[in-house]
């Protein structure tokens, strides 16, 4: 049976940069949820993130709501493995060379394995968000049923779009390659 894992910031890096949201050439806040719809953008203009505090880049991190950013040697490993379903789109991080891109997962499945996870509630009419009725609310413990996943190799988990999923193959190559910043759980 294959293996997936979820992909997460290694937020305990020694001395790390903490990336805020992503900022227009005006300096306005972009949008973060379009990052996790799963759909190409294109985006308009330079996007900026500043660090606050600084202190030593990573190949992969997140910047404000958990939106991935990733160095070009990241970008390079991909392209190397002709990993599909992303999109990369540049930006500037404050006070650091890069390049730098924010990881746009083009990939979404339903593929959570409710039985299996530790605790999963789903939003509901008496919420009184009707935009997310039928979708998660919680997900504790994620565990994904590998049989719904085809051949993915990086994807986003449906109604839980912080659920950053990738192959075994992946997370072996990005710890070969030693990409910092990384920090992978088993789902």
């Known amino acids: 049976m294959p293996r997936y894992f979820e992909l997460e910031d290694d937020l305990y890096h020694p001395g790390r940069w903490h990336l805020r949201s992503p900022l227009d050439e005006q300096g306005e806040r972009i949008n973060p949820w379009q990052f996790f719809k799963g759909r190409q953008l294109e985006l308009q203009g330079l996007v900026r993130l500043p660090v606050r505090p600084d202190g030593v880049a990573?190949?992969?991190?997140?910047?404000?709501?958990?939106?991935?950013?990733?160095?070009?040697?990241?970008?390079?490993?991909?392209?190397?493995?002709?990993?599909?379903?992303?999109?990369?789109?540049?930006?500037?991080?404050?006070?650091?060379?890069?390049?730098?891109?924010?990881?746009?997962?083009?990939?979404?499945?339903?593929?959570?394995?409710?039985?299996?996870?530790?605790?999963?509630?789903?939003w509901k009419p008496e919420d009184g968000q009707p935009e997310k009725v039928?979708?998660?609310?919680?997900?504790?413990?994620?565990?994904?049923?590998?049989?719904?996943?085809?051949?993915a190799r990086i994807f986003r988990t449906w109604g839980w779009?912080?659920?950053?999923?990738?192959?075994?193959?992946?997370?072996?190559?990005?710890?070969?390659?030693?990409?910092t910043g990384t920090r992978f759980v088993e789902v």
């Not at 609310?137 to 996943?149: A, N």
Request: aromatic share 8%.
């Open 58 to 122: 990573l190949d992969f991190s997140w910047a404000g709501v958990s939106i991935p950013v990733v160095h070009g040697r990241f970008v390079q490993l991909f392209e190397r493995l002709g990993v599909q379903d992303v999109q990369f789109i540049p930006v500037e991080v404050e006070g650091h060379a890069g390049p730098f891109f924010i990881l746009n997962t083009l990939c979404t499945l339903r593929c959570i394995d409710d039985a299996r996870c530790e605790e999963v509630h789903y």
């Open 134 to 151: 039928g979708r998660y609310r919680v997900v504790s413990g994620l565990r994904i049923d590998p049989t719904k996943v085809g051949d």
């Open 161 to 179: 779009s912080q659920g950053l999923i990738v192959s075994e193959d992946l997370k072996q190559a990005l710890e070969a390659e030693r990409i």
